[in-house]
């Protein structure tokens, strides 16, 4: 099963498996300063474009923010995968901050630092703690969720 696994933001990490093989990244949308409000999620919607034949997308689920602003910004990131996924007939589902946590350190408070040492001891060496987010979420789908 082919899974794509997504820690959803401006610096967002990925995760994948494809035919038995992990690929995993951290990739930028930032805006530069002759960019419209939504030139990032137009790069982030062209970017997803290249994984169209997964069988299903799981990403990180936040229900509380620190900011409005964040909460925007989270909620066009999902509206996009959300949209993606319906175009190409892909289930996607998404999964609480805590539970991530809880699956792959043990603790469901688990810090960016614990998170990223879980991944080493897992032979896994990501760029930054999105990455290693998106390792995690992977893991999730592939042993709780994957048929």
């Known amino acids: 099963m082919n899974i794509l696994a997504l ?22 949308f930032h805006n530069s300063k002759w960019d419209g409000a939504g030139m990032r999620f137009l790069k982030f919607h062209n970017w997803l474009q290249q994984f169209d034949d997964v069988d299903m997308v799981v990403y990180e689920a936040v229900r509380a923010h620190n900011g409005v602003t964040a909460a ?12 993606f996924c319906e175009k190409n007939d892909i289930p996607y ?44 979420i992977l893991h999730y789908g592939i042993e709780e969720l994957a048929i």
């Open 7 to 28: 820690d959803p933001a401006t610096q967002l990490g990925w995760a994948a498996v494809y035919h038995g093989k992990i690929r995993s990244g951290s990739e930028g």
């Open 72 to 83: 925007h910004l989270y909620g066009a990131w999902i509206g996009i995968v959300q949209a």
């Open 93 to 136: 589902t998404g999964v609480d901050v805590g539970t991530i946590k809880k699956f792959w350190t043990g603790s469901g408070s688990a810090t960016k630092t614990a998170m990223i040492k879980e991944c080493r001891s897992r032979k896994f060496n990501p760029k930054d703690d999105n990455e290693a987010d998106a390792l995690a």
